[in-house]
């Protein structure tokens, strides 16, 4: 079985397709009990129109496509960010075994940073989490991503 940390670098892949669609660099990936991705997806509310289209929230489409069916028993979701309140919610209904993020979210976070969803005692279903892998390549990115938004809109400011 390969590590978290392999699979993490493949949703910091989908976290640069983010980027590079000039969306906030999220992404994920959906991991089989036998170790295959079977769901991908990086974030495109703003591309897409679709508040919903978030990283981890393609990805679970992504897998139910794939696999044929809502419910990702034995499945694990890799994704850069701690998952907000929506996503939370979906991957508890995807019954997915494991989720495992990188950077805390600080204003939004659903598992550590503002409340922890995953323990609530009303759930009739468990998720395991893991949390920090590549937690400051995580960050280096998501950093880097917006203080070259905030140099492109110093720029835009000074032409006017």
Not at 65 to 77: E, H, P, S
Not at 78 to 96: K, N, Q, W, Y
Not at 104 to 111: C, K, T
Not at 142 to 157: H, M, N, S, Y
Request: with cysteine; proline share 4%; aromatic share 6%.
């Amino acid at each position: 079985m390969r590590s978290d940390e392999f699979y993490m670098h493949r949703a910091l892949e989908q976290a640069r397709l983010a980027e590079e669609a000039g969306e906030v660099p999220v992404g994920a990936v959906v991991v089989d009990a036998d170790g295959a991705i079977v769901g991908a997806g990086y974030n495109a509310p703003l591309s897409g129109h679709d508040p919903s289209a978030h990283a981890e929230i393609r990805a679970l489409r992504d897998a139910g496509a794939r696999l044929g069916n809502y419910r990702l028993d034995g499945c694990t979701l890799f994704v850069t960010l701690e998952p907000c309140l929506m996503c939370t919610g979906a991957i508890i209904h995807a019954r997915l075994v494991r989720v495992v993020y990188g950077a805390a979210e600080p204003r939004s976070g659903m598992v550590e940073s503002k409340a922890n969803l995953f323990a609530q005692p009303w759930y009739n279903h468990r998720v395991e989490v893991v949390g920090g892998v590549l937690a400051s390549r995580v960050s280096r990115q998501l950093k880097a991503f917006f203080a070259a938004r905030r140099e492109g809109q110093a720029a835009d400011a000074r032409e006017q």
